[in-house]
């Protein structure tokens, strides 16, 4: 059973930034997609960076120029980089590792404050 881990969630301020981490129980070259997706309260989970096997990425327009996805296969880690954050990134943030032939697994979610 594959398990995604997340970690580095926390209060900051506007400004401010955060590392999130994700940690995978196997190898991530077992995902076709490794992604992070947040949910604000009263929203939609929505798609905020995305990085492929191949290693291609794809951001959310709202936080292009600010966030970067990037992974270390050899520790089965997918980070999230997030920079110049504001009060409208303020979300649980959640994990997402999908494979094309039927898997599609995440995390436990960490929650982003970003509040003066």
């Known amino acids: 059973q594959v398990q995604l881990v997340e970690s580095g969630g926390g209060l900051v301020q506007p400004g401010g930034s955060l590392r999130l981490s994700c940690a995978a129980s196997?190898?991530?070259?077992?995902?076709?997609?490794m992604g992070w997706y947040r949910q604000a309260p009263g929203k939609q989970r929505e798609l905020v960076a995305r990085?492929?096997?191949?290693?291609?990425?794809t951001y959310a327009d709202s936080v292009k120029g600010r966030f970067t996805i990037s992974r270390d296969n050899a520790k089965n880690t997918v980070y999230l980089q997030m920079n110049s954050l504001k009060s409208e990134d303020t979300a649980v943030y959640y994990c997402?590792?999908?494979?094309?032939?039927?898997?599609?697994?995440w995390g436990q979610g960490t929650q982003v404050t970003v509040s003066s």
């Open positions: 990085i492929a096997r191949t290693d291609s990425r």
């Open positions: 196997g190898s991530l070259s077992s995902f076709n997609y």
């Open positions: 997402n590792g999908w494979i094309i032939t039927g898997g599609d697994y």
